[in-house]
């Protein structure tokens, strides 16, 4: 095996368990279907997590095949990356749902935590693309998304508004997908070599 196979089994455990909780939270939540209190904002982010955990794995197991430059450097932000993914997904969802659940009271309180592990896991996607050399790669529209996430995380951080918390975790999800959609122009991301 090479030591790009062991990263990617390694990355590969650490982004299944995260998926792994996130689809167990909302497993749990629709056996409480009738007792939970429902909130628009957490099922958006946790769209958003689940569709960020699918295009990390993604690039990671099939778009660094072919990359030479590994250290410990870019290991690290790249097992971090993976780690601050993981951890959205538990503070989405704690490991013992209580009965009733009640979503945006649970959001709102661990708000700080989300889009605080938010803003680093941002901060560490630049700084990785910054390592990797891929700033020319991606160029404004990059920089546009990255930014917006980075004003709509400390929004959503100084935020006690539903509605509020609402409209930027719709914004997340509709940029992530739009983001993933205008990426799919360039098909060598998308397919192994």
């Not at 649970?106 to 990785?128: A, K, P, Q, S, V």
């Amino acid at each position: 095996m090479s030591s790009f196979e062991f990263l990617s089994v390694f990355i590969s455990v650490v982004v299944g368990l995260g998926m792994a909780h996130l689809l167990t939270g909302v497993g749990r939540l629709i056996h409480q279907a009738g007792a939970a209190r429902l909130s628009a904002a957490h099922l958006f982010w946790t769209a958003y997590v689940f569709c960020f955990m699918v295009v990390y794995w993604w690039t990671v197991v099939f778009g660094y095949v072919e990359w030479q430059n590994w250290n410990i450097i870019i290991f690290l932000f790249v097992l971090a990356y993976g780690v601050l993914i993981f951890l959205l997904a538990v503070v989405l969802y704690p490991t013992h749902l209580p009965e009733p659940w009640d979503m945006q009271a649970h959001f709102l309180r661990m708000r700080r935590w989300f889009f605080g592990i938010l803003i680093l896991l941002i901060l560490t996607e630049l700084t990785d693309t910054g390592l990797k050399s891929h700033f020319d790669d991606f160029s404004v529209p990059y920089f546009l998304v990255t930014g917006s996430w980075v004003g709509v995380a400390v929004v959503g951080w100084i935020s006690t508004s539903p509605r509020t918390q609402n409209v930027i975790a719709g914004y997340g999800l509709i940029s992530l997908v739009s983001w993933v959609g205008y990426q799919l122009r360039d098909l060598e991301w998308m397919i192994s070599r």
